[in-house]
């Protein structure tokens, strides 16, 4: 495909502001579905009681018509935006520990299978779109396979945290400085290195879910377990009225597409 026209994305230009929303985003999603399926389901306490299913099942159909709304959209929306990615971000915390814990495939199974779909879903955009930028994200199917792709990430992400926080008791805390530094790693390889821009976009936006789960784990977990014991529902309350005055004090922009044939994507 070449001679794409120059034109505006339907997901945000990535600044600084874009990166820490959404690291809050992922820690909300982490907090807020811990509340969900073991504050009010009880899962923590007998995984095999429903409570990760159905929290599962709850945050998915959010998460559907979140994304339902958020493709019908003409143009970039920031509050219907971030609601899509909170989506994600709980229901992929509720997936990871029903797959973890209740169906005891374990966090290096759980892990390897969720690695697997988010390949399948980044080689399949790729193949059918030509990149899997997303600075491409203009078209409906484009968008479809943008929120697949940040579905799997999202919850791979909440299993690689808490398979590093719970192994050997590395610790939330100890766990979500590894994957603060990681993240410094790709903002200087950024900066100081030619690698492929959209290899480091998806690598810092996996990144930032661990950090996320482990950041929310550390915030509501009982000082016992190495958490600051706020609470659950205290915490999510937070976390969402930050999340709110970032978005109305630091105003985003859509991304702007290639607008040049050398930029486009190939056929």
Known sequence: MTGVKAGLSKVPEVTL???????????????GGDAVTMSLLQADKDAHNGGYLIGA??????????????????????????????????VGTAMADF???????GYMG????????????LIAWRWREGTVSVNSVRTQRAEMFYWA???????????????????????YENAAQVFGAALAILA?????????????????????RPLGATLGDLFDKPTAQGGFEVGRFTATAILVAAMVALI?????????????????PAE
Not at 17 to 31: C, S, V
Not at 99 to 105: E, H, I, T
Not at 115 to 121: K, W
Request: glycine share 8%; hydrophobic share 55%.
């Open 17 to 31: 502001g874009f990166w820490i929303i959404k690291i809050l985003a992922t820690t909300l999603g982490e907090t």
């Open 57 to 90: 099942g709850v945050f998915m159909a959010l998460f559907v018509a979140a994304a339902i709304v958020q493709i019908a959209t003409k143009s970039f929306r920031p509050a219907v935006y971030w609601l899509t990615i909170v989506a994600t971000t709980t």
């Open 99 to 105: 797959a973890d814990r209740s169906l005891g495939v």
């Open 110 to 121: 759980g892990s390897l299978i969720l690695f697997a779909l988010l390949m399948a879903s």
């Open 149 to 171: 792709t940040i579905l799997f990430s999202q919850t791979l992400g909440t299993a690689l945290g808490d398979w590093m926080a719970d192994t050997n008791d590395f610790g």
């Open 188 to 208: 200087t390889a950024y900066f100081f290195t030619s690698l492929s821009r959209v290899f480091l976009f998806w690598a810092a936006f996996i990144l930032t």
């Open 248 to 264: 109305l004090l630091a105003p985003q922009r859509p991304g702007a597409h290639p607008g040049s044939a050398s930029e486009a």
